[in-house]
């Protein structure tokens, strides 16, 4: 299966993807955390931000989920993906009895305040032209299989829950 987390910069989406991706490994489970920092710098290292580049990205990273399942690996992926489109396009390359979309949701002010890499800051100042949410749209799910209210729920709390939708969707119980 692939967790697919979707959100705003900001949203919890790599920090939950790594934590649920070393919980699933302590119980010997196959799985890989793919998000916009390890694949930017290797795969799509040639793709920008703007929309077609950002389709694209997607795209690849749908392709590379798939092939990742094909071989029993548990696949998380952590990107903004910001159009519903884009996200439509990866369930029907993934499979959509195999693609279980979670919005990671969380107020705008909440994910500049989580903001480590000082990118909302350069986005209101300029440096940052289409940043999504400030001055490029995001276009929330509208039939995500999970909602996860970020800011009001630990990392920890939210690490259960996922777990039990991976027992659910996986039928491990």
């Known amino acids: 299966m692939t967790l697919w987390f979707t959100g ?8 939950l993807a790594y934590s649920l991706d070393r919980r699933l490994i302590s119980m010997g489970m196959m799985c890989c955390v793919l998000d916009g920092d390890n694949v930017r710098h290797c795969l799509n290292r040639d793709l920008g931000f703007s929309p077609l580049d950002r389709s694209e990205n ?51 002010d909440i994910c500049e305040k989580r903001d480590t890499k000082g990118r909302y800051r350069k986005a209101r100042s300029g440096e940052l032209p289409c940043f999504t949410g400030l001055s490029s749209p995001y276009e929330v799910p509208e039939d995500a ?29």
């Open 8 to 15: 705003l910069s900001g949203s919890g989406k790599s920090t």
């Open 58 to 108: 997607i795209r690849l990273v749908a392709e590379v989920a798939r092939l990742m399942m094909d071989a029993g690996v548990i696949v998380i992926t952590s990107f903004i993906s910001p159009y519903r489109e884009d996200r439509a396009m990866a369930r029907s390359i993934i499979g959509a009895e195999k693609f279980v979309e979670i919005y990671l949701c969380a107020a705008l």
């Open 145 to 173: 299989e999970l909602i996860i209210d970020t800011s009001s729920e630990t990392v920890d709390a939210c690490v259960e829950y996922l777990l039990r939708t991976v027992v659910h969707y996986c039928s491990l119980e």
